[in-house]
């Protein structure tokens, strides 16, 4: 998403549909500021980077990334246990910046700077191994550095290997489309099914190193939404909606 130094990774939104992992959490690669509860170490080891003023859609890639480095796995629940209202009157029907159904934003802010943001996303993007400053070194020299390894990454699991292992190709800027399907559709739960029996031991993560260097490639002939009426995932008339944007990351 997002253009020239500003682009960066982003997740879509979490799908809506039936479980295909029942009686147990489900494994999935990402993870959603909406929703999350663990161990009160994993926001100590993992805290929010205070130098990054005005990051608003790279905050979940940046704890994400983060956190795998550090070896946490991330499980969604078998049911919604709560939701984000995400609209709301106005509360002062005279205020220009909200429309009805509307919230504020943080780019309304009086003190919202384009060109403060978008030094943290390349100072975010540096950080996970996505550099965006590869063609602008001059960028790469002065964005802010303080407290770059409180706010970095950890030593269990590297960038690479998420990147690789779910089909995101950063010299490119593009990913595997489809990874919904490997995570929720083909043979119900792949992901989870594939790797939790690499689970380590002690039960502290999954050890990607027994994955026998899997690599996430797209299988299908189209790059949809994985929401779809059919039976068939290669039926193309059983799809309910297009992903029109295939250059993404």
């Avoid at 809506?16 to 992992?21: C, Q």
């Avoid at 805290?47 to 480095?69: A, K, T």
């Avoid at 629940?77 to 509360?91: D, F, T």
């Avoid at 929720?184 to 260097?213: T, W």
Wanted: glycine share 8%; aromatic share 16%.
């Amino acid at each position: 998403m997002g253009e020239g130094l500003d682009r960066h990774l982003q997740h879509g939104e979490q799908p809506e549909a039936k479980p295909n992992v029942e009686g147990v959490p489900q494994l999935e690669p990402y993870w959603g500021a909406g929703f999350s509860f663990s161990r009160g170490h994993f926001v100590v080891n993992i805290p929010y980077d205070l130098w990054l003023p005005h990051v608003f859609q790279g905050e979940e890639i940046n704890i994400g990334i983060r956190g795998f480095s550090y070896g946490y796995d991330y499980y969604a629940p078998e049911r919604n246990a709560l939701y984000h209202y995400y609209k709301r009157p106005p509360k002062d029907p005279n205020d220009v910046r909200v429309t009805e159904g509307e919230v504020p934003k943080y780019w309304d802010a009086p003190n919202y700077s384009e060109e403060v943001e978008v030094l943290a996303m390349v100072r975010l993007n540096d950080i996970l191994h996505m550099t965006q400053s590869k063609g602008h070194p001059e960028v790469g020299m002065y964005w802010s550095k303080v407290e770059e390894q409180k706010y970095g990454l950890g030593s269990v699991r590297t960038p690479e290997r998420f990147f690789d292992t779910f089909g995101i190709h950063v010299e490119s800027q593009t990913i595997e489309m489809n990874l919904c399907m490997f995570i929720a559709v083909d043979d119900p739960g792949s992901m989870h099914n594939f790797f939790v029996k690499r689970l380590r031991e002690d039960g502290m993560g999954i050890d990607y190193n027994q994955l026998n260097g899997f690599i996430y490639k797209n299988k299908y002939p189209k790059n949809w939404w994985w929401w779809y009426r059919g039976e068939n995932p290669n039926d193309e008339d059983a799809y309910i909606e297009p992903l029109l944007d295939t250059d993404v990351a």
